[in-house]
């Protein structure tokens, strides 16, 4: 079963970027929602598994694909935000940015850009291509739609509007220019860390 995970900050410390009523029904409510349906999903699942009716198991496996990456993604967003400690990586994450979009620069240009232009509800994921050793910036619509498959998301921006519409209300450009001010670089080059580790023992 899975559970919601506690943020790793207090509610008011992204003020006035991210703020606090936002975070509590973001966190507490949206959250907690793809959590239950997921942890549903997983019962039905077992249930049709039982009865060997397999009549309804497409509506059973969208609703756990639908839940579970909600749930797995809202987990490494609030990983990879909080209070800033620098304003851009270091290390091997800033050389992979650098090789993989020329400058630390293209690279939020082009991840506010993907951000701006899912169309409704979606997230913009940085994700680390194993295969190839580099970074790309893709669009995940509606949790899980349009990723890229065997991609690592190692930084990701929800655009929902339930991520932002009480602060900025239809105002997604302010909110995804902010969004820069709150990632957690550490937490994102620790990510990195991990994935280059596994390419290295492969």
């Known amino acids: 079963m899975y ?23 973001h966190h507490d409510k949206h959250h907690t929602a793809y959590v239950k349906g997921a942890n549903l999903a997983l019962e039905k699942l077992s249930e049709v598994r039982k009865s060997g009716d397999m009549s309804g198991i497409r509506a059973v496996t969208l609703s756990l694909s639908f839940n579970l990456s909600g749930h797995i993604l809202h987990s490494l967003f609030w990983e ?10 270091e290390g091997k994450l800033l050389e992979l940015i650098n090789s993989s979009f020329g400058s630390f620069e293209t690279f939020m240009a082009e991840f506010k850009s993907v951000a701006m232009t899912i169309e409704g509800s979606g997230w ?54 902010n969004f820069e001010k709150i990632i957690n670089w550490e937490a994102v080059e620790k990510k990195i860390e991990g994935c280059c580790s596994c390419c290295c023992e492969s």
Do not use: C
């Open 3 to 25: 559970t919601l995970p506690d943020l790793p900050f207090e509610y008011s410390s992204l003020e006035p970027f991210m703020d606090e009523q936002t975070l509590h029904f």
């Open 80 to 89: 990879v935000i909080g209070p800033q400690k620098k304003a851009k990586p």
């Open 124 to 177: 913009a994921a940085l994700v680390f291509d194993g295969e190839n050793n580099n970074l790309m910036v893709v669009p995940i619509e509606k949790h899980n739609l349009l990723g890229v498959t065997g991609m690592k998301p190692i930084l990701v921006l929800d655009v929902w509007e339930h991520a932002y519409y009480l602060k900025y209300q239809n105002d997604r450009q302010s909110y995804v220019n």
